[in-house]
């Protein structure tokens, strides 16, 4: 079985729309709609270096999808990145792709 937040997507399996060279994070809404979460690996390991580990890093950005997840697709992706921003003490915009399975 695959970690939540380690496969590699393949260009080929989704729509162009989506990140190249990211992290996929499998997701549950409380609505039972299945989505993922792709993160620039750049970014995904930033976070992972402030917050220990790969688990906890994933973890972070799980609860931060759940305080949202009853918004629109684009509205979610707005707060994921605006957390990650602050969260890592960026300037520069980060780009997060979610996307229904």
């Known amino acids: 079985m695959e970690s ?6 393949n260009p080929n399996e989704v729509p162009s729309t989506t990140l190249t060279d ?8 409380h609505q039972g709609h299945t989505r993922y979460l ?3 690996h750049s970014t995904f390991d930033q976070l992972t270096l402030r917050i220990g580990n ?3 890093a994933g973890q ?11 918004l629109s697709v684009s509205a ?3 707060y994921l990145s605006l957390m990650l921003r602050a969260y890592l003490q960026q300037e520069r915009q980060l780009t ?3 996307m229904e399975q």
């Open 54 to 56: 790969a688990h906890k």
């Open 96 to 98: 997060v792709c979610l």
């Open 76 to 78: 979610i992706e707005r």
């Open 60 to 70: 972070w950005c799980i609860a931060h999808y759940h305080d949202v997840d009853n």
């Open 22 to 29: 990211s992290v996929r994070i499998d997701l549950a809404n």
């Open 38 to 40: 792709q993160i620039p």
């Open 4 to 9: 939540a937040f380690s496969h590699q997507m």
